[in-house]
């Protein structure tokens, strides 16, 4: 007893050829926060709850205390390497997988969304880099799929959903290596996904890699902070395949940071 609602489960009816049910009016609707405070006790556990302690706590009065890591954290996290537009992006990432592809080093590649996933694959394809691609449309086999990101040459792309909460073992050999390194094609909306990501590499004291490739075309910049990314453009070289350093990179790490504050606040 489910439809759609807004005239669409009609819409569909007819065009299937099918009798049109009558339409459904909504009488009553709860939020998820409210539903969750009817229960008289709620507690989670989670890896990024830091950073929305304050919304924790004014929505639910659930304070967050923070157990201490079972072993030391040895992964590297970089700061966000910058580059002029979206496609000098996508040739750096090409070139930054295929050099620790050339090393047997696995890599991680993670994206905000289907399409994003789809234009890097194919560029992968192009440069002639074997990989696969997990979209979070077969859960279960994802799984699988991600548990075995850790071999040696391993090159997995992946959108946020996909194949989260399973564990990726590294091969023997890949910790000498470096561990797994994991490229964040774009910041997410919210820091902490960014982290989710992220802790994909330097699991149970391994050694692991991480940072973000950022470009003023990102979406982020777009949903979060237009103005800044005009001026961006207007100060970025075309056409660079390079990293780019210097208060370029400085900039756009800081207005990028500006954006996600704001994409946590809405």
């Known amino acids: 007893d489910r439809s759609w609602q807004h005239g669409l489960h009609q819409a569909v009816e007819a065009k299937e050829g099918l009798e049109l049910s009558p339409a459904q009016a909504t009488m009553a609707k709860i939020s998820f926060q409210r539903f969750f405070r009817l229960y008289p006790l709620l ?5 990024t709850a830091a950073e929305a302690s304050v919304e924790l ?12 890591r ?3 954290l040895l992964r590297v996290e970089r700061a ?6 979206a496609d000098s992006k996508w040739a750096a ?19 905000r969304s289907v399409k994003v996933s789809e234009v890097i694959s194919l560029r992968f394809e192009q440069a002639g880099l074997t990989h696969r691609v997990l979209n979070a449309v077969h859960p279960a086999e994802e799984a699988d799929i991600v548990a075995l990101a850790g071999q040696r040459k391993a090159i997995t792309i992946a959108t946020n959903m996909a194949g989260r909460g399973t564990d990726i073992g590294l091969a023997p050999g890949v910790p000498e290596l470096g561990g797994l390194l994991v490229i964040s094609a774009e910041r997410n909306e919210l ?3 960014d982290r989710q990501l992220f802790g994909r590499a330097g699991r149970q004291g391994d050694p692991g890699e991480a940072y973000t490739l950022s470009s003023p075309d990102d979406e982020a910049f777009e949903k979060y902070a237009k103005v800044p990314a005009r001026l961006l453009r207007w ?18 790490r800081r207005f990028l940071d500006f954006a996600q504050v704001r994409a946590q606040r809405r």
């Open 93 to 111: 990432l090409v070139a930054r997988v295929r050099e620790a592809n050339r090393k047997g080093r696995p890599v991680l590649v993670g994206t």
């Open 235 to 252: 100060l970025m070289p075309s056409g660079s395949t390079r990293e780019l350093g210097g208060p370029v990179a400085w900039l756009t």
């Open 191 to 193: 820091k902490r996904v």
């Open 43 to 47: 507690c989670g556990m989670t890896g």
């Open 70 to 72: 079972h072993r030391p």
């Open 57 to 68: 706590w004014r929505t639910y009065r659930t304070p967050v205390v923070p157990i201490p």
């Open 80 to 85: 966000d390497e910058v580059h002029a537009d």
